[in-house]
């Protein structure tokens, strides 16, 4: 009686292999489409650099003096202490138009500098970024920022503190040359790092902007959007040299 011959079975190392690869192709695409089935996909952000450019002034520019710490983020300080004058590319509404992620120099709403809170030395211009354009809604879920109910997908589509999550704040504080924070001071920053904000719809003529660091300066969660013709330039840089004399 003639045997059998055994049927060959893949060796285990390919099976394991094949598993992997298609549970990677799996989360990939949970990624990407989002953990629930028909949610939007988020809005990115792909242009915006990482680094505040060096720039030399010229003809056409204006330099600007900035020693606040709202745009302290992963991007930059900001600040002229530290980075030198900011580096200012006039624009003239409608003519020429902020992007998503531009950094703008803009004039207060009068309604910030005659307001009785108005803190003494109110610079007249101010600098944030601009968030949701003309036109959108936007609101803040739990420090995440949602345009048109799709996820910002940016480097500071969330709430931030000096460019850190709240991991990583919490991690650092109250170290050796960090400064103390104590129990206000958390309970300020988890509702930073937690804030809700209710949807709002942007005006034709408007944008919504805020600081890299939240509730550290003037922007749209104080006085709303930002109206178009109140936009004097976009930072475009700093110059790099440090200037220590304060407004």
């Not at 045997?3 to 390919?14: H, L, N």
């Not at 931030?160 to 991991?167: A, D, L, P, V």
Request: charged share 20%; glycine share 10%; net charge neutral.
């Amino acid at each position: 009686m003639a045997m059998r011959k055994p049927t060959a079975q893949p060796f285990p190392s390919v099976r394991l292999t094949a598993v992997c690869a298609v549970l990677l192709l799996g989360v990939l695409w949970w990624m990407w489409l989002g953990p629930a089935s028909g949610s939007p996909p988020p809005i990115r952000d792909t242009h915006t650099p990482l680094k505040l450019a060096q720039v030399e002034p010229r003809p056409g520019l204006l330099p600007a003096a900035h020693f606040d710490d709202n745009m302290w983020g992963l991007q930059s300080s900001y600040s002229s202490d530290l980075v030198g004058p900011l580096v200012i590319h006039p624009m003239t509404y409608p003519d020429r138009v902020p992007q998503r992620g531009d950094v703008v120099y803009f004039s207060l709403p009068e309604t910030v500098r005659s307001s009785p809170e108005a803190q003494a030395g109110l610079p007249d211009a101010e600098i944030a970024r601009v968030i949701a354009l003309p036109g959108e809604t936007v609101r803040i879920k739990d420090g995440q920022i949602y345009i048109d109910g799709r996820q910002l997908d940016a480097f500071y589509g969330r709430l931030r503190i000096g460019g850190q999550t709240e991991r990583e704040y919490f991690r650092t504080i109250n170290r050796p040359g960090t400064g103390e924070c104590g129990e206000a001071c958390q309970r300020t920053a988890k509702s930073i790092f937690h804030m809700n904000a209710a949807e709002r719809k942007i005006p034709e003529d408007a944008y919504f902007v805020l600081g890299d660091t939240a509730m550290r300066g003037n922007d749209s969660l104080v006085f709303g959007p930002l109206a178009a013709d109140r936009v004097i330039g976009r930072v475009v840089g700093s110059t790099g040299k440090a200037d220590g004399a304060q407004r």
